[in-house]
């Protein structure tokens, strides 16, 4: 074709345009007007050499994006193996273990090398590279390294968790140390104190000493009877609601809950000389100085020597306290013992008390009277609802009982309702 020839296929196709119509914007698709190029563009177009150039640069389109989409699977895979090399490096250093160190080393180098021969070869020539692993290999390779970092990071994990494990148990073991020199220190100090009064120097202040030491023994066994539950797989929230069901529980004050639980069980009786218990009716006859008496021999026994002597006392609340389904275990038992043999104490100087001008009572306080400070002690201020911190608050429970020896008065302990 030469310039003439195209300068007159120019000029027809204007002068058709001009004179083509065009349709509404809605059949605009269907309306145009087709154009025929003239037989010998045509017959260009339909070559075959240009049919298969088209197709070539299409394949190769197709080759390009594969090898891409090829390099970035395995730039991923190889990420993934550094991750997992890294992670084993670190496992390595806990507990030490120097061939595991080498060993996760040299692999975190090699990955590093290839990722780094990765890097070369595409700035050198972005297509050159060779496909030796198709699409589905790298992510293959990929997922595995995930897997494996994460099975590293169990064991990491599971590593932790024994040394914590190991940290407790030792803490523990430190604990009942230090509470066996107190009790040893406390066993001390009270034979050096009854080596200082007499019956006739005994008066009620004698009895809060005692009390606190009383209270103490229950705060502790009420912490082991909550671990003995747990153990147990017992829903301590659902133990504490079924105790105080007008009371909804708070996390951070289980204990007082329980302490009140066992406290009024221990306590139970306790105006009474044989704990209104029927193999101990021969203690109701007792005169002061034999229940005075009794207050110094119990305190020189051993928790074994007064399980020996009182066995069906302790046996008889521990089954009246502890549910069947809890597990005594080896701590829990010889905390109840020691436990019973307080209470037991308290009970004799009570009593030796009572029978005196003091006229001893205990007491406790019902649910939902209103808080009075002359008669108690709140142990749980803060549960207290801020908006009607003003008002009177209530009682919810008694945590430890009352005293009260002739017009001495020893508050009794209470949880206070937010209610």
Partial sequence: ???????????????????????????????????????????????PL?????????????????????????????????????????????????????????SLVSELKYLSSLKRSYLKDPLSLSSSNSYQQSQLRELKELIKTFKINISRLESEQQSKD?????????????????????????????????ISGLNPTHFLPELRLTVKRIRSFARAMMKSMESSNLDLNSAAGAMYPNIVPDTKNLLFFFQSFVSHKMFSGFQHPDFDLGFLESRSNRSREEFFQEFN?????????????????????????????????????????????R???????????????????????????????????????????????YSTPTVGFTVVPGFRFGSTVIQCKVYLSSS
């Fill in 1 to 47: 074709m030469d310039w003439k020839s195209a300068i007159r296929l120019r000029r027809r196709l204007r002068r058709r345009r001009q004179s083509t119509t065009v349709a509404d914007d809605d059949d605009e698709e269907n309306d145009i007007t087709e154009i025929k190029l003239p037989k010998k563009l045509q017959e260009y177009f339909s070559h």
């Fill in 50 to 106: 240009v049919s298969s150039v088209k197709t070539f640069q299409e394949t190769k389109d197709e080759h390009d994006l594969a090898m891409l989409h090829s390099l970035l699977a395995e730039l991923f895979a190889g990420v993934a193996a550094v991750k997992s090399a890294y992670a084993e490096l670190q496992l390595a250093q806990s507990p030490y273990s120097i061939d595991s160190i080498h060993a996760a080393d040299r």
């Fill in 166 to 198: 190991s940290q407790v148990e030792s803490l523990r073991s430190d604990l009942d140390e230090i509470e066996r020199e107190n009790r040893s220190l406390e066993y001390q100090l009270l034979i050096k104190t009854n080596s200082h009064h007499h």
């Fill in 297 to 341: 021999d119990s305190k020189l026994l051993s928790s074994s020597q007064f399980l020996d002597r009182w066995g069906d006392f302790v046996r008889a609340k521990f089954s009246a306290m502890v549910h069947p389904k809890i597990d005594p275990g080896s701590d829990l038992f010889p905390r109840f013992v020691e436990m019973a043999r």
């Fill in 343 to 389: 209470v037991w104490i308290l009970h004799c100087l009570f009593f030796y008390f009572s029978g005196s001008e003091f006229s001893g009572s205990i007491f406790r306080v019902r649910s939902g009277c209103r808080f009075s400070e002359v008669y108690m002690e709140s142990v749980a201020v803060a549960d207290l609802d801020p908006v009607n911190r």
